[in-house]
């Protein structure tokens, strides 16, 4: 099984608005990411879990908060958010054993529209 | 800085017929290298990895090689069937604390005629 589920599919919220993004997988991985994606453009890593633990932040406003709340969960925190925020965002999931590789496995995705 | 190029943003090929895809890379501490496939409003699928000690990895009608001399991999995909239509992204990471980080290509659009 390498299947990592996201909720919701679609997502579209007005700039006031709060909501979350959640992610899980049940592949026993240890290491979780959440990427962003524009159209025509390859993924962005936002940020990286290993352990349960925030392991890097690539310097993601903190209008986007994560949150890992065991290692088959991850969540995706929204607030504030501006227009341009507007994306597919992916979590992915890997292995974080060297001899196995980084191969990461990628969710189906939520397409975030803010108005 | 564009660590992973991929520089033929598109590719038309016939059904049966060989897809070659390029991919270089300029960043000597990349160690392993990835192919994903998409498709629109998907996520990436994983198809294919090659770590920098070999030089070909198989996988059923996917193969990857691997130069490092140059810097370059492909990935070969035979016969090619019109379900392949996707865009396809080279990804690379490094040793290090940076093992968990994927760079990813700008992509190329195969395209399988029928």
């Known amino acids: 099984d390498t299947e990592v589920t996201q909720t919701p599919k679609h997502l579209v919220m007005g700039m006031t608005n709060k909501k979350s993004l959640k992610c899980e997988q049940h592949?026993?991985?240890?290491?979780m990411y959440w990427y962003k994606q524009k159209a025509k453009k390859p993924p962005e890593l936002m940020f990286v879990?290993?352990?349960?633990?925030?392991?890097i932040n690539e310097s993601v406003p903190s209008r986007f908060s994560p949150e890992c709340p065991n290692s088959s969960l991850l969540n995706l925190h929204l607030h504030a958010l501006q227009p341009e925020d507007s994306a597919l965002y992916l979590c992915?999931?890997?292995?974080?054993?060297?001899?196995?590789?980084?191969?990461?496995?990628f969710g189906p995705g939520t397409r975030l529209t803010v108005t | 800085d564009q660590q992973v190029k991929q520089n033929s943003p598109s590719l038309s090929v016939q059904e049966g017929r060989i897809s070659i895809l390029n991919c270089d890379y300029t960043?000597?501490?990349?160690?392993?290298f990835l192919w994903y496939k998409k498709y629109p409003a998907e996520g990436p699928t994983f198809l294919i990895s090659?770590?920098?000690?070999?030089d070909k990895n198989e996988d059923g009608r996917f193969t990857v090689f691997l130069n490092k001399s140059a810097k370059h991999l492909s990935l070969h995909i035979v016969p090619s069937q019109p379900g392949d239509s996707a865009v396809y992204f080279c990804a690379a990471s490094g040793s290090g604390g940076s093992n968990y980080k994927l760079t990813f290509g700008k992509g190329t659009l195969l395209t399988v005629n029928p």
């Open positions: 960043n000597s501490m990349f160690d392993y």
């Open positions: 592949m026993g991985h240890r290491a």
């Open positions: 992915a999931s890997s292995h974080p054993v060297r001899a196995r590789g980084y191969e990461q496995y």
């Open positions: 090659i770590s920098s000690i070999k």
């Open positions: 879990y290993s352990y349960e633990k925030l392991s």
